[in-house]
C-alpha cells in the first residue's frame, strides 16, 4: 500500500505541494485512527470506567458530536485568520488530550477527554483538506483531495487491526499514546514543512450569535437523533434542533459576516445538490460496516477477528482507489464519477438486503470490496464539486461543512439502525436476538439505506442541467 501512494507523490509536484500533502494527509489518518481503533476497546473501556451498555456509546458519541458541533466555526476562524495556525493548534490539542485520556480515572474524565480531542479534531478537518488544496492549481484539485482523503480511509482500514492489537497486547490506553504520537509527528511536519498563510486575512467582525445558534443546532440534531429511542425526550430535542435551524438562518441573512452564507444553497443549485447527495450518502452506508459486522459474529459464528479481517476490505479499497479517482475528477465530470459511487453503493446495499443466514464469507468479501469501489469512486469526486463551488478564502468553512453533512448523515444512519431495531426486536442487544429476528432486522435496513441511496442518486444527476 506504502508503494501504491508513493507512486501518486512521485509525480511533478513542488517540495512545498508535497508537504502540504503529508501534513494533510497524516493528520487526516491520524483522526480516523483514532477513532476507528478505540471502537475495539470500548467493551474494556467499559469495564474498566464501570460504565453500562447504555453508556458506553458515548465515548465515541460524544466524539462524533463535538466535531459535527464545532467544525464550521473553526472553519469560518481558519479561513478569517490562518489555516496553518489553526491545523498547529488542533493537532497540538489532539495529541495533548490523548496523552491525558492514558490518565483518565473516571467516566467523566474519559468523556471531559474525548469532548477536547473531538475540539481537536474539528480544528483539523477545518484546515488540513484547505491547506493542501490551496497548494495546488484548480485543475489539480481533485489529485490532492482524493490523496488526503486516502489518508482518512487508511486510517479507517488499520485502525480495527492495530487497535485490536494494541488492545490486546498492552490495553485501551496504548491506543491513546500512538494516537498522540501520530500527533506529535504531525505537528513537527506542520511546523516545518507548511509554510505561513500567503496572503492576511483580515479580521471581520466575529459572527458571535451565528456560531452560537450553529452549535446548539447540530448538537440537538444529532443528540436529538442519537438518543431517540433511548431518551423519551429526545424527539423534543430534535424538533429543537429544527427550530434553532430556522433561527440560525434568520440571523445568518442579517450578518455582516456569516459562518455560513446560507444564501450560496438558494443562489447555487450544484452546491447544494452535492452537499444533500453527501449526506444521503453517508446516511446509507455507514451502518453497512455495524450490521455486516454483527452478522458476521451472530449469524455466522466468526470470532472479533475474523470478521475484522474480513471487514478490512471495504476500507482497503476505499484508500486504494481514492487517490485514483480524484485524479480523474479533474478531467471528467465530477458528478458522474460521483453518480456511478453512488450506483455502486446502492446495488450492495440491495445484496446485503436478501443476505442469508449461511451466504458465503467469499461474497461478503467481494461484496464489502465493491462498496469500498463505490465509496472511493463517490467520495473524492463529490468533494472535488463541492470546493470547486467557492473561492479559495471560503475552504476551510467549506470542507468543515462537509465534514458536518458526513457526520451528521452517519448519526442518521445509526438512528435508523435503533429505530428498526426497537420496532423488530425491542430492547434486545442484537447480539442476543435470534439468527432470524437479525437477518429480518437486517433486511429492513438495507432496504431504506437502498432507497435512501437512489435518492442521492437522483439528486446527484441533477446537477448535470447546471
Not at 493548534?89 to 495533548?96: K, N
Not at 480531542?117 to 483531495?145: H, L
Not at 447527495?277 to 454483527?294: D, E, H, P, Q
Not at 462537509?402 to 451528521?408: E, F, I, N
Request: charged fraction near 10%; glycine fraction near 8%; aromatic fraction near 10%.
Amino acid at each position: 500500500m506504502l508503494l501504491y501512494f508513493r507512486r501518486f507523490y512521485n509525480t511533478d509536484m513542488t517540495k512545498e505541494q508535497k508537504m502540504a500533502l503529508a501534513v494533510a494527509t497524516g493528520t487526516s489518518f491520524t483522526t480516523a485512527f483514532s477513532g476507528s481503533a478505540l471502537n475495539l476497546a470500548i467493551p474494556a473501556m467499559g469495564t474498566y470506567f464501570h460504565m453500562g451498555a447504555a453508556n458506553v456509546g458515548w465515548i465515541t458519541t460524544t466524539y462524533m458530536l463535538v466535531i459535527a458541533a464545532m467544525a464550521v466555526p473553526f472553519g469560518k476562524i481558519a479561513d478569517s485568520t490562518s489555516r496553518r495556525n489553526m491545523l498547529v493548534a488542533g493537532v497540538a490539542v489532539f495529541g495533548a488530550f490523548s496523552v491525558l485520556g492514558i490518565f483518565a480515572w473516571s467516566s467523566a474524565t474519559i468523556l471531559i477527554t474525548r469532548a477536547i480531542q473531538g475540539i481537536g479534531a474539528a480544528m483539523i478537518f477545518a484546515s488540513n483538506m484547505p491547506i493542501a488544496i490551496d497548494a495546488f492549481p484548480g485543475n489539480e484539485r481533485g489529485k490532492a483531495i482524493g490523496i488526503v482523503t486516502s489518508g482518512i480511509y487508511t486510517g479507517l482500514a488499520l485502525g480495527p487491526a492495530l487497535g485490536g492489537l494494541l488492545n490486546h497486547l498492552f490495553g485501551w490506553k496504548a491506543i491513546f499514546l500512538f494516537g498522540a504520537a501520530i500527533a506529535l509527528t504531525s505537528m513537527i511536519l506542520t511546523f516545518t514543512g507548511v509554510p505561513k498563510d500567503k496572503q492576511k486575512r483580515a479580521g471581520k467582525t466575529f459572527d458571535l450569535a451565528g456560531n452560537i445558534a450553529y452549535v446548539l443546532m447540530i448538537a440537538c440534531l444529532i443528540y436529538g437523533l442519537t438518543a431517540i429511542n433511548s431518551f423519551r425526550f429526545g424527539w423534543v430535542i430534535l424538533v429543537c434542533g429544527v427550530l434553532l435551524g430556522v433561527l440560525f438562518t434568520h440571523i445568518e441573512l442579517k450578518s455582516e459576516n456569516p459562518v455560513i452564507d446560507v444564501r450560496i444553497f438558494a443562489e447555487d443549485r450544484v452546491f447544494t445538490l452535492s452537499n444533500l447527495t453527501a449526506l444521503f450518502n453517508y446516511s446509507a452506508t455507514f451502518a453497512l460496516g455495524y450490521l455486516v459486522s454483527i452478522y458476521l459474529q451472530v449469524a455466522q459464528g466468526l470470532t472479533s477477528q475474523m470478521a475484522g479481517l474480513i471487514m478490512i476490505a471495504q476500507p482497503l479499497f476505499m484508500a486504494l482507489l481514492s487517490p485514483r479517482m480524484g485524479r480523474l475528477s479533474d478531467r471528467i465530470p465530477a458528478y458522474k464519477l460521483a453518480s456511478g459511487g453512488m450506483a455502486v453503493c446502492a446495488l450492495t446495499l440491495l445484496f446485503f438486503a436478501f443476505a442469508r443466514v449461511n451466504m458465503p464469507i467469499w461474497a461478503i468479501f467481494i461484496a464489502l470490496a465493491v462498496a469500498g469501489v463505490g465509496i472511493a469512486l463517490f467520495s473524492s469526486p463529490n468533494t472535488n464539486v463541492i470546493m470547486g463551488c467557492v473561492p479559495h478564502s471560503k475552504f476551510a468553512v467549506t470542507n468543515s461543512l462537509l465534514s458536518t453533512m458526513r457526520t451528521t448523515g452517519q448519526t442518521t444512519g445509526m438512528a435508523i439502525v435503533t429505530i428498526v431495531v426497537s420496532a423488530t426486536v425491542g430492547n434486545l442487544s442484537l447480539y442476543e436476538v435470534p439468527v432470524t429476528d437479525l437477518i429480518h432486522t437486517m433486511h429492513i435496513c438495507f432496504l431504506i439505506f437502498t432507497a435512501l441511496c437512489i435518492l442521492g442518486i437522483f439528486m446527484s444527476l441533477q446537477r448535470r442541467k447546471s
